[in-house]
């Protein structure tokens, strides 16, 4: 296997800032936006939950008619 070249210099050391750096805009805050979908999405599974658990609780519940 060949051996290859490296230099003693890191990638930060050669690297180099544009000319126009001092013009970039600054970075916006982050605000963190609400996902409706999401929290939509949430409320229907918990509903749907609910319902399924109610249905089980109704089918054990139940006895067979006496003969």
């Known amino acids: 296997m060949p051996k290859l070249p490296f230099s003693d210099s890191t ?3 050669r690297s180099e800032a544009p ?3 001092t013009n970039t805009a600054s970075f916006r805050p982050h605000r963190q936006e609400s996902d409706q ?3 939509a ?3 229907a ?3 749907v939950l609910v319902v399924f658990l109610g249905s ?6 139940m006895h067979t008619p006496k003969l």
């Open 19 to 21: 000319i126009d750096f």
């Open 11 to 13: 990638d930060v050391e």
């Open 41 to 43: 999405m949430f409320i």
């Open 37 to 39: 979908f999401g929290k």
């Open 45 to 47: 599974l918990g509903i």
């Open 56 to 61: 089980m609780i109704a089918v054990l519940m």
